[in-house]
């Protein structure tokens, strides 16, 4: 089982989108795998159609009183489940603070499902947190979408800055660009200039489109309704990058 | 997560029924499609009985294979595309590793064909969400792909989603008060539409004998179920689907001999013939088979060699291939001739003369209890005998002997196995194959590393430049082979004496005794 995590300490930079798509191509290979919607706005599971709601919230889940698996639902594509948000999980943080290693919360919460599942997909909120932490713990791989501005690359040096202090080397970070628009100089600029200063940086870049903003319409992933459109196809190019990236494909 | 499936009444109105589904929530139609699915097994069906069922599942547009749990219909791993025909031909990876040790060399064979039409409905719940999947399947079986044509009932099926459990209570409750009968499997419909029984076709299952039968009647028992087992497994040995069916083959052929030699006296004069020719089919299957068990054997041959030594056996494998191929062409050809057609045809007829028991000598109308009885006991002494005597200077021709005694003791005890009480007669064939491992082992490193220099031999004529690391390599393999023989020969006291353990010989000395309580209690 592989546990990828997408995360950005920045927020709408296309992580739901990546979680989402990604998923739904690894599990139309015949792969068995979970999303799991960690982020209290409930995107990805409002994607998939489902309630956002988990019985007895973020507490009963950290206590063990409901198990896991039984709070899965499964989505409207074969070998595609769902973790759903709750609204609960706005306060993960104080939850996990209260717990002895909170950092390994997580982890220990996905040990039973290892068997079930191929890939985990973990769709984290923005900020950096102890939500964050334990998601680095439990994490094989951090996809971090950019876009291709100041801002958003400052928020990828701060990441592997924190990853460095943590001792975090096992995590890999795969970060890539995400919204891109080649309409605009600056994105041009950056996405041409920066694989030199970042070696990890994937080569695929997903262009900023209007068929990605439509995944709100359909509620589905967009291979699902667009596979063959530029995004699409791009989810797809980056999927199989990830998965040589990450000895997956072998 | 497991399906319901239902029957529909043959005048069923699916749009009655889906009307009725309406009626728990918003209903999502799906375009008709189409679904070719492929069952397959090994010959005698080993995934069907291990729970398993092995599926390729084949649309317009793409294939893949999936292999189930027969009862939950839980999905164990997937593959895509159709899957290769023997185990060791699968790609690495989980579904490989779990068949391998089922199937072993085995290979898969459709055992039926389906070919349907589906109709799909997606229930969903207020939010648009799917809850439950319904699908309509009408359509045809066959037992090869060429041949769909045997109609099946049709079918509703219920595939819940993860985490909505009430709708498919409700949907359930809905087809019972539909009057939709639960069905059986597909699998199921398939084989009984094709009238195929599911069997585990072994060579091995005791035919059914009585203590008063005449001697005549349970020769012919046992020589019906072994000619039944080369019949089953003649056109699996001339296509060569695998080797296990030759292999099948010949032990029915051996055991046939051994009968028609050991109980001579109890068959009338006009046999004789009979045994020539099961002699030369015998001599026929003997070449294609010993080249059979090299290739089984050579993974574990590239074992016996350092990592380095292992591609210069290559070429070996490569000379073993071609001449089993060679000599399977010939075999095919002579198992299709007019000789073994007239052969079994009638044998046939000879061993179905059920009331012709006037035609066979006077000891043959005699019930075979206490023969059987006798006849086990003095292959036991015999085996006894022949075990007690040999000692570390005993030259091998002795285990050899002793090895054939062994196989006609098994053979006797199987035959007759029905006469005694299961428990008992399974601890005495278990005993004794263990001793038989032995020298079978023993038996097969000797004549391979004889063989092996032969083919060497042949290798050289044929490519006198043959690469002097393939020379060397083969050397080192028929070294090992003598290493492994002399193991297996100091192995052997401790194997014979546990065969000859007091418990062992006191079942088999009072072998009538057992017989007679086995009749008390049934």
Known sequence: ?250 | MQSRDFHLPPDADRKRILKAFAALGALHLEPESRLRLTFLDSFDWRLYHADSLLVVEQTPYQARTRWLRRSSAELIAALPGAVARFACQIPAGPLRDRLEPLLEMRALLPMACVDLHLTRARLLDKRGKTVLHLTFASGQAGKKEETVDRPLPERLQLLPVKGYPKALHRSVDLAGQLQLLPATTLLEDALAALERPVVRQSRKAPVTLTSEMSTAEALRRILRQQRQVMESNLAGTCADLDSEFLHDFRVAVRRTRTLLSRFSRFFPATISRFRNDFKWLGQITGPTRDLDVYLLNFPAYLEQLADTARPHLAPLKTFLENSQRQEQRRLARCLGSQRLKRLLSEWQTFLQTDNADADWPEAARKPIGPLADRRIGKAFRRVMRAGAAIDGNSPPAALHELRIDCKRLRYLMEFFQSLYPPKEMGRLIKALKGLQENLGNFNDFTVQAEQLQEICRQMRQKNPELAAETLIAIGMLIDRLHQRQQTERRRFAKDFDRFAAPRNLRLFRSLSSLRAGKEETS
Not at chain 1, 75 to 87: I, R, V
Not at chain 1, 105 to 119: D, E, I, N
Not at chain 1, 228 to 241: D, I, K, M, N, Q
């Open chain 1, 1 to 250: 089982m592989t546990v990828l995590a997408t995360y950005n300490i920045k927020g709408g930079v296309g992580k739901t989108a990546t979680a989402v798509n990604l998923a739904y191509l690894a599990a139309r290979s015949g792969q068995p795998t979970l999303v799991w919607d960690l982020d209290p706005q409930g995107a990805a599971t409002f994607y998939f159609r489902v309630k956002p709601k988990i019985k007895g919230g973020s507490k009963a889940l950290l206590d063990g009183k409901q198990e896991l698996d039984s709070l899965i639902r499964g989505t409207d594509f074969e070998h595609l489940d769902l973790l759903p948000a709750d609204f609960s999980y706005r306060h993960l943080d104080l939850r996990l603070d209260d717990r002895k290693h909170p950092t390994r919360q997580l982890r220990k919460l996905l040990k039973p499902l290892l068997a079930s599942y191929r890939y985990i997909f973990l769709d984290c909120p923005p900020s950096i947190s102890l939500v964050s932490e334990a998601v680095f713990t439990a994490a094989d791989a951090l996809l971090v979408p950019i876009i291709p501005t100041t801002l958003s690359l400052r928020t990828l040096q701060q990441l592997i800055d924190f990853r460095s202090r943590q001792q975090l080397d096992r995590l890999q970070l795969l970060p890539f660009f995400s919204m891109v628009d080649r309409r605009k100089a600056l994105h041009r600029q950056l996405v041409d200039e920066l694989p030199e200063q970042f070696r990890d940086l994937l080569r695929t870049e997903i262009p900023y489109a209007s068929d990605v903003e439509r995944m709100g319409v359909h509620r589905a992933p967009l291979a699902s309704f667009a596979g063959r459109s530029r995004p699409g196809l791009a989810y797809e190019t980056l999927w199989e990058e990830i998965r040589r990236k990450t000895g997956e494909d072998v």
